[in-house]
């Protein structure tokens, strides 16, 4: 009888310990950055298949290509870290945005609100340039926020800015810039595959589709992450 009470007091009281009630809502939930793409696998157009990167340059001069999704931050002359220049001329304006707003969390604990609006204007951009370059749709991207089949969900951070991850995010977010290093080499193979598969058949290879926007996913949230847009550590994931 005894042990029954046990049994049952460690039930009802279960769901006030840490890592017990809250834990399959916490593992439920979803990153607050994500990217959704409908995919185009048929029916693809081969003229402008074929003329891609010269079709995309305007918008890889302003926003710039999938290559600074392997690594955002590139050591240069062995004097420190910058923003690689692959992110474009807004690229390089939310760079420095970044580095304002990392003084701002890291001393004053808040995120200027419109510097943060500008960032994600850049990453809402850059996500729709990318996808076009990379063969996952055929329709022309809008030049700034416009109706297009591939979107970014990127919700504002809703509570107190993390101070210690901000200090320290290049150096949090080096083995994303690794595995990334690597998925950009395989993402590169797949578009060039994809190209020729189009250009022959018309058709976009559903298993490289869904690799490409996994990695442009992936990409993207680290991105947010080290431009400081949220604090959540990104997941190591395609999904």
Known sequence: MAEQIIVANMETHSGSLPGTSHAAPLAARRYPVDVSIEPQLGNRNRLTTFFRPFLALPHLLLVGGPAAFATLWNRTDGAGLQLGAGAGALGAVAGVCAVIAWFAIVFGASHPTELWKLTA??????????????????????????????????????????????????????????????????????????????????SYPEPLSRFAAGVLRWGTRVEAYVLLLRDEYPPFSLE
């Open 121 to 202: 204007f850049y990453l809402r951009w850059r996500v729709r340039a990318v996808a076009y370059f990379a063969l996952l749709r055929d329709e022309y991207p809008p030049f700034g926020d416009g109706e297009y089949p591939v979107t970014l969900q990127l919700e504002p951070p809703d509570e107190a800015r993390n101070r210690l991850s901000v200090a320290f995010r290049p150096i949090l977010a080096i083995p994303h810039f690794i595995v990334l290093w690597v998925l950009g080499i395989a993402w590169a193979i797949a578009t060039i595959i994809a190209w020729f598969s189009i250009l022959i058949w018309g």
